[in-house]
């Protein structure tokens, strides 16, 4: 009996060991941090899996926008993306019933892996704006904890709704012809329904990528800055204006494809693997110097 309790004091004190000495998480240790690194400014890795050096913080209001749901502390980027934020919204500015943007969620003071929320937004690139149109630029911080944005689609995202306007087009148009911009995320019918609308130059509507959900918002991801290193951008967009593409997408909604017949094989029950969270080691070496900056 004593050899047994021996024997298992010795695999409990292992246990423990094992529990105490775990890696933290990265979307741990990059939560914790409340301010940018004194760094550099350096976006290092990619869109989903790296970290930001010497962020730029918005300012929670300007004279064109304010930054949303405060509490989150995510109105932090690249400086390329702060100017771009300001610049697109003096263009919103001008637009019928708008008085500039409300700003979602750029990243973290140090970029990273987030608590909860986007798998993407590591790198202070990435840009989440409202489609709301912001007519009142003195909310205070309570009031943007609360308030949320509307919705533009209709039947799933197929079409979109009475909400839209010529002003919404206006300001994406303007948003993907601006150089620095890589592509823009938004829901199937809107991309569509540019594609009817648009009379002029189609080029821009290249980078118009439509993606499940983004009805309340449209995500605006920049290229790497030329001249950084440890960057990776994303793959170009498909050649062309990508209309048909959306097209398809508002078809399959509309008219879900059946699923393809499997053969009759006995399959084993399997649990669906949760995704591995990242721990610092899995980031660019560059981001533990970001961590340990002051």
Partial sequence: MRFFLIVFSVLFSVCLASVGSAEPLAKQLFGAKGNASNLPPAPFGSYAKGCLAGGTR?????????????????????????DFVQDLSRFAATQPGWNGLYIGDISQPRGGPMLSGHRSHQIGLDIDIWMRPATDLNLSRKTRENISSISMRRANGAF??????????AILREAAKDKRVARIFVFPGAKVQMCKDEKGSRKWLRKIRPWWGHHYHF???????????GCVDQKAPPKGDGCADAQKWVNDILNPPKPKPQPKTKKK?????KRRE?????????CAAVLRSN
């Fill in 278 to 286: 990242y721990v610092l080691a899995d980031l660019p070496q560059q």
């Fill in 269 to 273: 029950k399997t649990t669906p693997k």
């Fill in 219 to 229: 995500h605006v991801r920049l290229a790497c800055p030329k001249g950084t290193r």
């Fill in 160 to 169: 979109v709704n009475g909400e839209w306007t010529a002003a919404h087009h």
């Fill in 58 to 82: 918005l300012p929670e209001t300007g004279p064109t926008w304010q930054a949303m749901r405060l509490s989150r502390n995510r109105n932090w980027g690249h400086p390329d993306a702060v």
